[in-house]
């Protein structure tokens, strides 16, 4: 794994992506600039294609080499020249490099397109294509009912739906997971976790984020909380981080009761996945927890930066819109959120990903 960059380093580079491509949108015409919307969505299926076919795992078995797309295709039973014709695609997205001979190399975006548990992007990509993909052509319906899609198709509430579709919610935890692994890295250099001797994390899925930070605080503990079901489902990964013997899985729902003795309270990508109603319910149980202790929490999430400044977050907003069921906020939003449920806002540290490290002490 490469090494983290500086969080500033990052946010310089992201402003001059952002400013290139608005530069480049300006100088073409508006036709050819919008080209590029309907270019992204035939690039994400192309990678989706890959994902669920398992080729860059196959071309990585394959060795150092750069390896033929018809040898590929024999050894996945697919069409060689429909295999040769992806590929060449993903070459020109990133995904792969095309040599002569139709032979094919990973990227550093391919190899993380390939089934490594602690470092592969590919189930959130499975996960957006089997489900998502059939969800955000419903954004209309969403804009003109102001309901999820998950609402619109099936009458639940998401995680509600999500309880009943077992198939659909390991696919959302490993997707969960994934998506974790781009953020956790991040988080965990962001900050000094070993001041905290028993971290908890609430709603924290499998447990990526919470391995990585204790991996960072080896003299330090951690409460997992989720759904029953969904930390039952823990233990594989907790394992192969090497934190196992450091975390008590706790199963329960937040909106009842969080587990009460730690130091420091985390929640990554729960506060967006509700409105303000029910975040503070889950904020106020978190602030129970702590009862009169000097315990700190951290909301790691997305911020949505003032107008004219670009940020993930304000198409993260739109996914929570049709998936979630819940919105990205501002600073301010935050700070007015926390101020209700008897906390004060200390800060938004940024990490070398899109999250921000919300930070806020009881009051
Ligand atoms: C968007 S996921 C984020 C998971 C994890 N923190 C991460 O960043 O990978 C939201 C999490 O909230 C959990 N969740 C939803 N409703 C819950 C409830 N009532 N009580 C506890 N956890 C819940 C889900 O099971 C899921 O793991």
Not at 326 to 345: D, H, I, K, P, Q
């Amino acid at each position: 794994m490469s090494p983290m960059p500086p969080p500033r380093l990052v946010a310089l580079s992201e402003r001059a992506r952002s400013g290139l491509s608005s530069l480049k949108r300006k100088m073409v015409p508006p036709n050819v600039a919008l080209l590029d919307f309907v270019g992204d969505l035939w690039g994400f299926h192309v990678a989706f294609a890959l994902a669920e076919l398992a080729v860059c795992d196959a071309i990585q078995a394959a060795g150092p080499e750069p390896a033929s797309s018809q040898r590929i295709a024999q050894e996945l039973s697919l069409d060689a020249d429909a295999l040769y014709r992806t590929l060449r695609g993903a070459a020109q997205l990133g995904l792969v490099e095309e040599h002569s001979g139709q032979r094919f190399s990973l990227t550093s975006l391919g190899r993380a397109m390939c089934k490594s548990p602690e470092a592969s992007f590919v189930d959130f990509i499975i996960f957006m294509g089997r489900y998502g993909a059939q969800n955000w052509p419903l954004l209309p319906e969403c804009i003109r009912t102001g309901k999820t899609a998950i609402e619109l198709s099936t009458g639940k509430q998401p995680f509600e739906w999500l309880t009943g579709e077992p198939e659909v919610a390991e696919c959302f935890n490993r997707a969960m997971t994934a998506v974790s692994n781009v953020a956790c890295e991040a988080i965990a250099a962001a900050h000094d976790f070993e001041r905290y001797a028993h971290i908890a994390d609430i709603g924290g899925g499998h447990g990526r984020l919470l391995g990585e930070l204790l991996k960072s605080a080896p003299n330090s503990r951690g409460t997992l909380f989720d759904l029953a079901k969904v930390v039952e489902g823990a233990g594989p990964l907790l394992e192969r981080l090497g934190v196992r013997s450091r975390v008590d899985t706790v199963g329960g729902s937040f909106f009842e009761a969080v587990p009460e003795g730690a130091d420091l309270y985390v929640s990554k990508a729960v506060i967006h996945d509700w409105q303000d109603g029910e975040a503070s319910q889950i904020l106020t149980n978190i602030r129970k927890a702590m009862g009169t202790r000097p315990c700190k929490l951290m909301l790691c999430e997305t911020v949505v930066t003032p107008p004219g400044k670009p940020h993930l977050a304000k198409l993260l907003d739109l996914e929570m819109l049709v998936h979630g069921g819940g919105r990205e906020r501002t600073e301010s939003e935050y700070a007015e959120l926390l101020r209700g449920v008897g906390f004060r806002l200390d800060g938004i540290e940024g990490t070398a990903g899109p999250v921000s490290l919300v930070l806020a002490s009881p009051v």
